[in-house]
């Protein structure tokens, strides 16, 4: 098992920052929400994570295939309920060379997507406060 951490540190207002490796990430509410639009919600990034989830395995797929992953491109339509995301709908464009057999294979590859084993096998969730 492998355990590892990341650390969100609030920085003022509505808007926090974590390091994650030797990346700084912001996040923040936009303006209409009272923050100051640093960077994206919550929400956003756990959106962006599960699509560039997909995508990196759509890569890992074509990289395997031995096709170019050039032009590659996960789009994401989501509804936004009061207090969850209610529908996702990812739409990868592969590229203009891919055939119906690469389109099929892609798409087993984006199913084995780290994010969405996850929603699909909900993890045990401890809150704990100190």
């Known amino acids: 098992m492998n355990v590892a951490t990341i650390i969100v540190k ?4 509505r808007k926090f920052e974590t390091v994650v ?3 700084k990430l912001q ?3 936009p303006k209409e929400m009272k923050g100051e639009d640093a960077g994206p919600t919550p929400p956003e990034f756990f959106i962006v994570s599960f699509a560039s989830c997909i995508g990196m395995y759509v890569v890992l797929y074509c990289e395997h295939a031995h096709i170019t992953p050039s032009g590659l491109q ?3 339509d989501y509804v936004h309920l009061p207090d969850r995301i209610g529908k996702m709908v990812f739409e990868i464009s592969l590229p203009s060379a891919a055939t119906e ?5 892609a798409l087993e590859w984006a ?8 929603l699909n096998n909900l993890p045990e969730i401890i809150i704990n406060i100190k």
């Open 101 to 105: 057999e690469y389109k099929k294979g």
């Open 10 to 13: 609030h920085v003022e207002g």
């Open 21 to 23: 490796r030797n990346h």
């Open 74 to 76: 996960v789009k994401v």
């Open 27 to 29: 996040i923040d509410l």
């Open 111 to 118: 199913n084995k997507c780290t994010i969405h084993k996850t």
